[in-house]
């Protein structure tokens, strides 16, 4: 099952931040936390990944708690491309962390003109 | 850098044949999931496969099988098809050989298969 809880459904105007909460209240001292994007009929894209520090890249922001029991993604300035079902992973370390993903339900993200 | 190819992107079956499914993953990359995803059930993990090795395997029942060539290109394959098997399967490859702990994984369009 997965092990992350998020929003089934969130609104965002488009130029503004949109900004995605997930929490993983069991997670683990190893796991690392993964934000995929699935835009609707193609495979699911990587957006950013961390595990204990805030870390950023030409996507996205991702901030994870101290106590990292929920993390959230930033999407600085939304644009209608950005429409797509978010999911948020919690995943061990190790080699094997990022070849057995459990998706749950994921937040379906609407970017709205 | 070509991305992770999947063919076919669509498939027809009917109920009680066979099918295979090809992934080729980014070059370079040792590991290969693959991944079913339905409306009712969501995406969930049927197994990775590194270095010609099946190394995790999700929940789904021994019609389910796959395997992966030495080139790391890797095939699925469903034999007697049921209609619940109808879904959108994707591949996923990972691991660079230059890299040994998490990284991501990078997805193909997938193939949609219909079992009628």
């Known amino acids: 099952d997965a092990k992350t809880t998020q929003p089934p459904s969130m609104d965002c105007a488009e130029g503004r931040a949109a900004n995605l909460p997930c929490n993983h209240s069991t997670i683990s001292g190893n796991e690392y936390v993964y934000w995929y994007r699935q835009i609707h009929s193609q495979g699911p894209q990587y957006i950013i990944h961390g595990l204990k520090n805030n870390e950023t890249n030409e996507m996205a922001s991702l901030i994870i708690t101290e106590d990292r029991k929920s993390s959230t993604l930033i999407l600085p300035h939304a644009t209608l491309r950005d429409t797509a079902v978010y999911y948020c992973?919690?995943?061990?370390?190790?080699?094997?962390?990022?070849?057995?993903?459990?998706f749950g339900q994921g937040t379906r993200l609407t970017i709205n003109p | 850098k070509a991305g992770v190819t999947q063919t076919p992107r669509y498939l027809i079956k009917t109920r009680g044949q066979q099918v295979t499914l090809s992934c080729s993953p980014i070059s370079g990359h040792r590991s290969v999931s693959w991944y079913q995803q339905t409306p009712g059930q969501g995406l969930q993990f049927l197994f990775e496969?590194?270095?010609?090795?099946?190394?995790n395997k999700g929940n789904f029942p021994g019609r389910f099988s796959g395997r992966q060539f030495s080139n790391s290109r890797s095939e699925m394959n469903v034999s007697t098809l049921e209609l619940g098997d109808s879904a959108l399967y994707l591949c996923?490859?990972?691991?660079?050989?230059?890299?040994?702990?998490?990284?991501?994984?990078?997805f193909g369009q997938g193939t949609r298969l219909t079992v009628v």
């Open positions: 496969y590194f270095s010609e090795t099946q190394r």
């Open positions: 992973i919690v995943s061990p370390s190790g080699i094997q962390g990022a070849q057995k993903l459990v």
């Open positions: 996923a490859s990972s691991l660079p050989r230059e890299k040994r702990m998490n990284t991501e994984a990078f």
